[in-house]
């Protein structure tokens, strides 16, 4: 069974704090990607990685940034978290471009 | 910019009724349409569907695409409690920099009541 982790499942921030959303991956998958998701406006693409130290920016990538040192690791960060940035945060892998995707747990972070 | 939309957006049936969910799109260079169902964390991964007419079938759920008309839908016989969740409905597409896009839909959200 392919096992998407992400770190934390809810978490709370203030405004301008630095946060770190962790993803794992253990099925060797090549790409990884990041999501968003709001009532009302569904999964929206932030950023994904086809590749170790690759990154290419999704449908809304601003006011954040994705780190991929090692394959089966995908940060997302926000630099300067905003009340805005309230939200479901999915991560997905999947094994080749074009493939299913699988998803994580999800981390419903607050930004206060 | 590539669309997707479902409908209903949500939809309530007593257990044992049969629904059929849609989904339609408006995209370039289409690969696959793939429907996911969502409880209470990740979503789940239903079907991948590429070709047009081809029924796919697992137990009471099934799924069709269409793409001369660009939708596909998504029917559940005989519902139960437990298909109470947000579906949704994800077209992949190539993109010309020689990458993949999955573009989601809103999604809609069952609710079965007994």
């Known amino acids: 069974d392919v096992k998407v982790t992400q770190s934390s499942r809810y978490l709370v921030k203030r405004t301008g704090e630095k946060v770190f959303l962790e993803c794992v991956q253990d099925?060797?998958?090549?790409?990884m990607f990041w999501y968003r998701q709001d009532p009302g406006l569904g999964l929206r693409l932030i950023y994904f990685s086809y590749d170790v130290k690759m990154k290419e920016k999704g449908d809304i990538p601003e006011g954040y940034s994705v780190s991929r040192e090692k394959k089966e690791r995908f940060s997302l960060i926000l630099e300067s978290a905003s009340t805005n940035q309230t939200s479901m945060y999915l991560c997905?892998?999947?094994?080749?471009?074009?493939?299913?995707?699988?998803f994580g747990a999800g981390t419903r972070l607050s930004v206060l | 910019e590539d669309k997707v939309v479902q409908s209903p957006l949500s939809l309530v049936v007593h257990e044992g009724d049969t629904v059929t969910l849609n989904c339609s799109y408006e995209v370039t260079n289409f690969r696959s349409l793939l429907w996911y169902k969502q409880e209470k964390k990740a979503p789940t991964f239903l079907f991948m569907l590429t070709s047009s007419g081809i029924e796919k079938k697992s137990g009471r759920l099934s799924s069709i695409l269409d793409k001369k008309e660009l939708s596909s839908i998504l029917n559940i016989t005989a519902t139960q409690t437990g298909d109470s969740a947000i579906y949704l409905c994800a077209v992949l597409t190539f993109s010309g920099a020689g990458s993949y896009q999955l573009t989601f839909g809103k999604g809609t959200k069952l609710s079965v009541i007994p």
């Open positions: 997905a892998s999947s094994s080749f471009q074009g493939s299913i995707q699988y």
């Open positions: 099925m060797d998958h090549e790409n």
